[in-house]
């Protein structure tokens, strides 16, 4: 079946710790997405990327980090200058983040939570 | 700073009742508007989209859409406990396509 796979499911982070966050998906989807979502929040945009090799800072970048070496797979570092980083991690991705109604396919989630 | 506004409610309906669920958003320019229902621990999942103005239908399920008054609604008819979930509002505009989302409306659906 084809869809985007987030591991782990829950991740717990020490003080000064990198943890990163996997994103994997078998949908041949040019873009990928994280968000941020903190209770009673909306979904607020960390990083994306629409190609191989390239991505741009979404609104809350700050303390995070990403790469994408594979057109599959788009991980996630927490850094240990994210000072509050207990959320809920999604990621998802889209055909081609060009298209006027395109719509987003997510992942199940990381939940967060420092220790 | 393109922002999309939803009450956080709790809207709470009794079994059978429409519930109608509202968002307003800043930027004039933006094409497509989607509402995504996310049950909790879980990932949203779209269920409606709209980029016309006027009403789109698909099942229980109605989207409005008021460009001139920056206006999205989503009735739901024949509300069901199922229904019973945070509902996002999301706002794209033809310059980047990705979507800005609302905090959610937290819908609670009662037998």
């Known amino acids: 079946d084809g869809g985007i796979t987030q591991s782990p499911k829950y991740l717990f982070r020490k003080e000064g710790q990198n943890v990163t966050l996997s994103c994997e998906q078998n949908l041949n989807h040019d873009a990928m997405y994280w968000y941020r979502q903190d209770p009673g929040q909306g979904l607020r945009l960390i990083y994306y990327?629409?190609?191989?090799?390239?991505?741009q800072k979404g609104d809350i970048a700050e303390g995070y980090s990403v790469s994408r070496e594979k057109k599959e797979s788009f991980p996630l570092t927490v850094t240990s200058a994210q000072k509050n980083p207990t959320a809920f991690y999604l990621c998802?991705?889209?055909?081609?983040?060009?298209?006027?109604?395109?719509?987003?396919?997510f992942g199940s989630g990381t939940q967060l939570s420092v220790l | 700073q393109k922002e999309v506004e939803q009450n956080s409610g709790p809207l709470s309906v009794p079994e059978g009742a429409i519930a109608s669920l509202n968002c307003t958003y800043s930027?004039?320019?933006?094409?497509?508007f989607f509402w995504y229902r996310q049950y909790s621990g879980k990932s949203p999942e779209l269920i409606m989209f709209i980029y016309s103005n006027g009403d789109k239908e698909d099942g229980r399920f109605t989207a409005q859409l008021n460009k001139a008054s920056q206006y999205v609604s989503l009735l739901i008819r024949d509300s069901q406990p199922s229904d019973s979930a945070t509902y996002l509002c999301a706002a794209s505009s033809g310059g980047s396509y990705i979507p800005t989302f609302g905090r959610g409306t937290s819908l609670i659906v009662h037998p």
């Open positions: 998802a991705s889209s055909p081609t983040r060009r298209n006027v109604g395109e719509k987003l396919f």
């Open positions: 930027d004039r320019g933006s094409q497509s």
């Open positions: 990327s629409q190609i191989v090799n390239d991505f």
